[in-house]
């Protein structure tokens, strides 16, 4: 009393017993079937992908990106030094920043873009373009000086979105977290 059916993935015939529609490496009943473990977990992971690709599709819409192909540093620098102005005219004065000074508009050598004052305390502050931000030798710098980090996440599609986080230490990636994309996408 054995089922003829194909494996969704190789499509090779395959055949299903009564007692199989428990084993869940298999498949399940009236879903895809799958000849062995390695199929199932090629299609999983497939799977995941997908979704991945469609998440990154849609941070791209809701933050925006810049015309620029993927390493180019030279062609991505100015747009990069406008959000970097703007967070320094605009966005950080009015959350409480003051005696802003720009070390990137004097060396693009320097590990962090600012240096401010905020509640009485010198800080230092990043700002990106990015939606996600490796950190660790501005992480690094931060704790040998003894300082606080602040990195400013500015939409490059509309320049009054901006995402502002205080790093904590040990932490090597600074994100804009997902809550927040959804949250723009909904408003």
Not at 79 to 88: C, K, N, Q, V
Not at 106 to 128: E, P, R, Y
Request: charged share 25%; proline share 4%; with cysteine.
């Amino acid at each position: 009393m054995s089922k003829s059916l194909r494996c969704h993935l190789c499509h090779k015939i395959i055949k299903k017993k009564p007692s199989d529609v428990f084993n869940k490496k298999l498949g399940r009943p009236y879903k895809y079937s799958f000849c062995d473990t390695i199929c199932y977990n090629r299609w999983r992971a497939n799977q995941h992908l997908k979704v991945k690709e469609r998440w990154l599709k849609f941070q791209r819409e809701v933050w925006g990106t810049i015309p620029v192909k993927r390493f180019q540093v030279d062609k991505a620098k100015p747009y990069g030094r406008e959000a970097e102005i703007l967070a320094r005219d605009v966005h950080l004065p009015n959350l409480g920043f003051k005696n802003i000074v720009d070390f990137s508009g004097q060396s693009n050598q320097f590990f962090v873009d600012f240096v401010a004052d905020f509640n009485g305390q010198k800080v230092l502050i990043d700002a990106t373009i990015k939606l996600k931000a490796y950190i660790p030798k501005k992480m690094f710098l931060a704790q040998a000086l003894g300082m606080s980090l602040f990195i400013i996440h500015v939409s490059p599609k509309n320049k009054q979105i901006f995402y502002l986080s205080e790093v904590t230490l040990g932490r090597k990636v600074s994100r804009v977290p997902a809550k927040f994309i959804r949250g723009l996408a909904k408003s």
